[in-house]
């Protein structure tokens, strides 16, 4: 069973960057769809990217964030998500997922990592 690492969260100022990295590890990502999500306090989780592992499909992007993140692979076990432009509103725990290309439900997540972008 696939289990999901998150790495590379932190404290950014407004207009910084910061890239999240999403490891499968005890299985692969093969035949999976991976999303990002976050949660900000208060607010409900919310989708923010997601792509198919070796497709050839475009990503999607949540509005909020389209032309400012980009989510991507290394082909191998690990798949990015690189945040620009970031703002005080993109404050959140993020979290990894993953679902079986042929399933409407993420069953496989991460334990998420904090994103802190100060004003």
């Known amino acids: 069973q696939v289990q999901l690492v998150e790495s590379g969260g932190g404290l950014v100022q407004s207009g910084g960057s910061m890239r999240l990295s999403c490891a499968a590890s005890g299985g692969t990502f093969s035949r999976k769809i991976i999303g990002w999500f976050r949660q900000a306090p208060g607010k409900e989780r919310e989708f923010v990217a997601n792509?198919?592992?070796?497709?050839?499909?475009?990503p999607g992007y949540a509005n909020s964030v389209k032309g400012r993140f980009t989510i991507s692979t290394d082909n191998v076990n690990t798949v990015y998500l690189q945040m620009n432009s970031l703002k005080p509103e993109d404050t959140a725990v993020y979290y990894c997922a993953a679902r079986d290309n042929w399933s409407s439900e993420y069953t496989y997540w991460g334990q998420g990592t904090q994103v802190t972008v100060s004003s």
């Open positions: 792509i198919l592992w070796g497709g050839r499909g475009l």
